[in-house]
C-alpha cells in the first residue's frame, strides 16, 4: 500500500448527501473480481447509461474533473451496506481522499486498510470547497496528513481530527497483513509459549 503523505490534486464536488455505497459501487457488479477492474464500476449508474454510454451530466464525467484524486462529497457519505468494493473502487479509479461532514461508519473504517483517506470537516468548510470546485473546475486542492490539515483553491486551511493508530497506517501504508506482520516477532514468542503449555495443540 503506497504511504500517506501530502497530496495536492484535482478534487471534485458530489454535494449531494446519504450517498451509499450500493450507488458508489451497484450490487450487481459484486461477484466480480477486483482484477475485472472495479473502477468501471464506480458510480455506474451515474455515469454511464443503459447503453454503456457516459452520461454528460455526470459531474465526474466534466473534462475538468477527469484525473481527480480527491473528492468532496456530501453528509454521511458510505452510508448502507457494508460493501468494501466501494472503497475498493475509488482506489482503483485514483481517489486517495474523500472530504465529507459526514460518513457511514463501516466505509469509514474499511478506507484505512485500503489506503484511502477520510477527512471529516465541518458541514460550512465541506460546502465551502464545494462551491470553490463548482466555481472553479479542475482547482486542486492540498491535504497534508502530517499536519491534519486541507487546504482550498483560496489558500484558506481547515484542520481535522484522525486516529493516531490509523495516521500511523496510513503514513507508513501498511495493509492488514503488513500490519499483523509489524507484531511478527511478538506473535511467534505467543505461539511458542503457547504450544510449550499446550502441545496437545501442535498441528501434526
Request: proline share 7%.
Amino acid at each position: 500500500m503506497e504511504p500517506w503523505r501530502t497530496i495536492t490534486a484535482v478534487a471534485v464536488p458530489l454535494a449531494e448527501a446519504n450517498v451509499d455505497t450500493g450507488r458508489i459501487f451497484p450490487s450487481r457488479f459484486l461477484r466480480k473480481p477486483r482484477a475485472a477492474g472495479y473502477a468501471q464500476f464506480l458510480f455506474r449508474d451515474a455515469r454511464y447509461d443503459e447503453a454503456g454510454n457516459e452520461r454528460p451530466e455526470c459531474t465526474l464525467n466534466r473534462p475538468a474533473y477527469r484525473g481527480a484524486r480527491i473528492l468532496v462529497a456530501g453528509a454521511d457519505f458510505g452510508c448502507g451496506s457494508s460493501r468494501e468494493a466501494a472503497v475498493h473502487a475509488l482506489v482503483d479509479t485514483g481517489f486517495r481522499c474523500v472530504i465529507a461532514p459526514s460518513f457511514g461508519d463501516t466505509f469509514y473504517s474499511n478506507c484505512f486498510p485500503n489506503g484511502l483517506l477520510p477527512v471529516v470537516l465541518p458541514a460550512g468548510a465541506a460546502l465551502d470547497l464545494q462551491r470553490q470546485l463548482h466555481e472553479h473546475p479542475g482547482a486542486q486542492l492540498s491535504v497534508d496528513l502530517e499536519r491534519q490539515s486541507v487546504q482550498g483553491p483560496d489558500g484558506t486551511a481547515c484542520g481535522f481530527h484522525i486516529d493516531a493508530a490509523r495516521k500511523l497506517r496510513l503514513t507508513r501504508g501498511l495493509d492488514d497483513a503488513a500490519l499483523a506482520l509489524e507484531n511478527l516477532p511478538d506473535i511467534e514468542r505467543f505461539e511458542r509459549r503457547y504450544l510449550a503449555d499446550w502441545s496437545w495443540a501442535a498441528p501434526q
